[in-house]
């Protein structure tokens, strides 16, 4: 697991990122943008509520059927030329990566955008043993600069603004300070192509893997997931057990939604598809091309009542419609993934106990399973964790007070009728010795209820 | 969908993804059309390995040998897909997937009888063993990782045109 999670501090965390301003305006930029391009993107699909029964359909049957199509996978892509690694941890996948690198005596790896390198704390395990890991999706070059983690899963660095990001580029790079997105985005053009033609390994993730032909697809924009999965001799792919889709003719399904849920386009600049090492007669292709796919958890998910949560293709959508997400931003949930997504997933891959503020980190308004183009039941599963967290005795005392004596109140209906007449007479006090955390979230009680107006 | 519709859309699609897509008819035309967006002073890389590309490279100025150094790619591309105005390129024929990557202006010389309909065709059209690197192409290089603000050209081309041949 990634060292540093603070998801036990949420509340601390979301309270902070809500006095700052220019978070909370990123944010509104974020939402209202990501927002707006989505609707216009899917506007133009007719079907989209088949292609999303499709979609889920397919990743379903994956789920049921993983272990053989893993292994349909692994033999296709080793035929291919490929050569498998399967890692059961965190711990395990770091230290693989590490003794291939090692192994070769690479001492620069050029990487492209992966969260499961972020789920695993690659990064700081290679750097540690005195490798150079260089981020060069532009987002990730920009935290990676800035020492920070990535607030988003799609744009890692959409907590900053172009201000701050100037300032970081003049600071660290020692350019002439410029605001123009365009302008910055040259410059790390230019520092960056050296760094893609000298690279000894390049080091990706991948958003699907296909079982059929044994290949990896990767959706991006940038370019650089190109550049790090076909220049460098040595392409090393760290993918989750749950990418796998079973045939090549499922893809456009996905190319379908992915693109247009994550970022509102119809489909992203570039679409690699990898299968194996140089063959004879090409002239292009990594000579030696591993792949690590990682459970950390994932088979004990599938096991379990979640197991939809691995349908899961990581477009983000939900985080920029979750009204908590907006608000309070990517890091506050203290870990590799934010937002509904983010918190489901989180608890289940750290555990109950290292996450338990996160299930509440929602308003049940179910705009995250109105987007999700996989249709993953996120308002259900959030209620089973929460569920979960109370079994567990890791709810708040007096909550769990409050709702027992709620729970008996509105079984009884005598009760619930002097209930409301009592808290009404009370209600000056209440305000006055609760203050405005206390009162002041509460509304206040009405001398005659709604259920009694109504005939 | 027919053969004219499917040329009209790809047009159509490759332009809203903000690549520069026109039609000609013939390899003459062609060769006319790449004289006209390619600037003499640039240096070019045109492999050379199949007919339209020989009657591109008969007409550019400054050819240089490895895409590396090229501030300009032209070459034929495998296929188009007319749903999402993307090129194919791929790692057969031994030909470089990052001649359509490295260089700052990539042009496509694409035969119009190659262009697939929809992305399903496509992908059924792929049997066998599949080359090492496949690259759906759709627009230039582009990103929006500051303040969700588009930017073009991050790592690979910052200018894509296509020419459809028919």
Known sequence: ?455 | MNREETIALFLEKAALAAAGARRVAGAAEMAAAVSELVAADLAVYCPALSELERAAAAVLVRRVSGYRDAEVSVEEVLAGIAETGSIVCASVEGRAVQASLLPSYHLALLLAEKIYPTLDDFFQSLRGALPTNIAVITGPSRTADIELTLAIGVHGPERLDVIVIS
């Open chain 1, 1 to 455: 697991m990634s060292e540093h999670q603070t998801s036990l501090n949420f509340r601390e965390n979301a309270a902070a990122a809500v006095q700052n301003d220019s978070l909370r305006a990123a944010m509104r930029n974020a939402a209202d943008t990501f927002g707006t391009r989505r609707t216009a993107a899917f506007s133009a699909i007719p079907d989209l509520e088949a292609l999303r029964d499709k979609a889920s359909e397919i990743r379903l049957k994956v789920l049921d059927n993983l272990p053989a199509y893993l292994e349909e996978f692994s033999s296709n892509a080793t035929r291919a030329g490929a050569t498998v690694h399967r890692a059961g941890d965190a711990a395990a996948a770091r230290e693989m990566i590490l003794a291939l690198l090692k192994e070769r005596g690479v001492r620069m790896a050029a990487k492209g955008k992966s969260m499961i390198s972020e789920e695993i704390g690659l990064n700081a395990h290679l750097q540690a043993a005195g490798i150079e890991v260089v981020e060069t999706d532009l987002g990730e070059y920009i935290i990676q600069l800035e020492g920070e983690t990535p607030s988003h899963i799609i744009v890692p660095a959409i907590h900053k603004n172009r201000q701050q990001v100037g300032k970081l580029f003049a600071e660290r790079l020692g350019v002439p300070y410029s605001e123009d997105p365009q302008v910055l985005t040259k410059i790390a053009r230019k520092v960056m192509r050296e760094k893609f033609l000298t690279a000894d390994a390049g080091i990706s993730g991948a958003n699907f893997a296909i079982a059929q032909s044994g290949s990896l697809v990767l959706f991006t924009n940038e370019g650089n997931g190109r550049m790090v999965t076909s220049v460098p001799p040595l392409h090393i792919a760290i993918i989750s057990v749950e990418k796998i889709l079973p045939r090549l003719a499922d893809l456009p399904t996905f190319i379908r939604l992915l693109p247009r849920s994550a970022t509102g386009q119809a489909i992203t600049s570039y679409l690699s598809l990898i299968t194996g090492t140089r063959k004879e007669g090409e002239a292009t292709g990594a000579r030696e091309l591993h792949l690590v796919i990682l459970d950390n958890g994932r088979t004990e998910i599938l096991a379990g009542e979640c197991r939809e949560m691995l349908k899961c293709i990581r477009c983000g959508a939900c985080m920029n419609v979750c009204p908590v997400y907006r608000t309070v931003g990517g890091h506050a949930y203290g870990w590799t993934y934010p937002g509904p997504m983010g918190m489901v997933l989180t608890t289940l891959l750290t555990g109950m106990k290292q996450s338990y503020p996160l299930v509440d980190a929602s308003t049940l308004c179910g705009a995250c399973v109105e987007v999700c183009p996989v249709r993953i039941p996120l308002v259900p599963l959030i209620l089973k964790l929460r569920e979960q967290k109370v079994r567990e005795g890791l709810s708040d005392t007096k909550e769990r007070l409050g709702m027992r004596f709620f729970g008996a109140a509105v079984k009884t209906p005598e009760l619930f009728y002097w209930g409301e007449r009592v808290s009404r007479l009370f209600w000056p006090l209440i305000r006055t010795l609760g203050g405005k955390d206390v009162a002041g979230r509460l509304p206040e009680p009405t001398g005659r209820p709604f259920h009694r107006r109504v005939p």
